[in-house]
C-alpha cells in the first residue's frame, strides 16, 4: 500500500471537537445569560416551575429511605417512651389506690365520731369563679382588681383562692368588679394555723423590709422551725379551715428581743395569676346569733315595804 493512500484522520475514540476552552467560554457566557435574565425578565421561571414538578416524585423517592430511617427511630424511641411512661403511669395508680383506700377509710371514720359527738356537718363553701383585670396603680399597695362585683354575688370580706392557696381578700365591692388585697399587702392579716405544732397564731402582710409575709407576736421560744407549713385556721368566721397559706422560710431569734422574726413565703403565686376563685365567708352561711330574751317585768307593787 502507498504512503499517500493512507487515512490519516483520528479515530472517533480521540476526536475532541471544540477545544475545552471554548466550551467553558461558551457555557460560562450561557450561565451569566441564564442569571441575567432570570433576574430580569423572569424567563426561566416557567422552565423552573415545570422542572421542579418532573422533579418532584423523584425527589420524594429519593427521600424515602431518609424518612423509613428517621421513622424507624422516632418509632423506637415513642415505644420506649410510651413504656416508661406505662409503667410510671401504673406504679401511680397503685400509690393513689393506696392513697384512696385510706382516705375513704377516714372519711367513714370522721363520719362516725362526727355522729357519735353530734358535731354538725361541715359547711358547703359557695365560689365564684373570676378573672383578674389589672393590679392597683399604688406602689406602696398589693391590689388587684376582678371582674365580678355585687351583681354576680361577691360579698366584702369574701376569700381569693387559686390552685395553691389564699391569695388575699376582698376589701372593696363595686357592682361589676371588686377590690382584693393580697396577702403580701402591708395592711393584710390572716390568722394562721402551723400543722406540724397545731399551734394559731396570725401571719401580716411584709412591712417593707425585705419579707413578703411575716409571723408575728411569736415568743422567742416558740416551737416554729422553717419548713413549717402554715394554713387557715377557721377561727376568724371568714377563711375556710385547712387552706395553704404560707411556708415558714426564715427563724431569728434574739436574746434581748421578747418575739422571733418569722419570715414566710406565701404558698400561691401573687404575680402573673389571670384566674381567681372567690369564696363566700363561712359567717354568711352561719345561722344568725339568737335574740336576747326580753328582761321580766317587775310588779312595781313588788317593791313595796309591807
Given amino acids: 500500500m502507498q504512503l499517500g493512500t493512507l487515512d490519516r484522520t483520528p479515530p472517533p475514540f480521540f476526536r475532541q471537537g471544540v477545544s475545552a476552552l471554548t466550551k467553558l467560554l461558551f457555557f460560562s457566557a450561557l450561565a451569566v445569560f441564564l442569571m441575567v435574565a432570570d433576574n430580569r425578565f423572569q424567563l426561566v ?78 359547711l358547703q363553701v359557695r365560689s365564684i369563679a373570676a378573672e383578674v383585670l389589672y393590679e392597683a396603680a399604688d406602689p406602696f399597695s398589693r391590689k388587684l382588681f376582678i371582674d365580678r362585683g355585687e351583681r354576680h354575688g361577691v360579698m366584702l370580706a369574701s376569700p381569693v383562692i387559686n390552685e395553691a392557696g389564699v391569695m388575699g381578700q376582698v376589701t372593696r365591692v363595686y357592682p361589676l368588679t371588686a377590690e382584693v388585697t393580697l396577702l403580701t399587702d402591708k395592711d393584710a392579716a390572716i390568722p394562721v394555723l402551723n400543722t406540724r405544732t397545731q399551734q394559731r397564731s396570725a401571719a401580716f402582710g411584709g412591712a417593707g423590709q425585705g ?76 345561722p344568725p346569733p339568737p335574740a336576747p330574751e326580753p328582761a321580766a317585768a317587775v310588779d312595781p307593787r313588788s317593791k313595796r315595804k309591807p
Avoid: W
Avoid at 49 to 78: F, K, Q, S, W
Avoid at 102 to 122: G, K, S, T
Avoid at 231 to 256: C, H, K
Fill in 211 to 286: 419579707t413578703a409575709m411575716e409571723l408575728r407576736f411569736m415568743a422567742a421560744n416558740s416551737d416554729v422551725r422553717a419548713g413549717d407549713v402554715l394554713t387557715t385556721s377557721g377561727v376568724d368566721g371568714i377563711y375556710p379551715s385547712g387552706l395553704p397559706v404560707a411556708t415558714v422560710m426564715q427563724v431569728e431569734r434574739q436574746a434581748d428581743a421578747g418575739f422571733a422574726r418569722i419570715a414566710l413565703k406565701p404558698s400561691a403565686p401573687l404575680d402573673g395569676v389571670r384566674h381567681v376563685l372567690v369564696l363566700e365567708p363561712l359567717n354568711a352561711q352561719l
Fill in 45 to 122: 421561571v416557567a422552565a423552573r416551575a415545570v422542572l421542579a414538578t418532573a422533579l418532584a416524585p423523584v425527589e420524594r423517592a429519593l427521600l424515602v429511605p431518609r424518612e423509613m430511617i428517621h421513622g424507624g427511630r422516632d418509632y423506637l424511641e415513642g415505644l420506649g417512651q410510651a413504656r416508661a411512661a406505662e409503667d410510671a403511669a401504673r406504679q401511680q395508680l397503685l400509690r393513689q389506690a393506696e392513697r384512696v383506700a385510706q382516705v375513704d377509710l377516714l372519711a367513714r371514720e370522721n363520719d362516725r365520731l362526727r355522729a357519735l359527738l353530734e358535731l354538725r356537718p361541715p
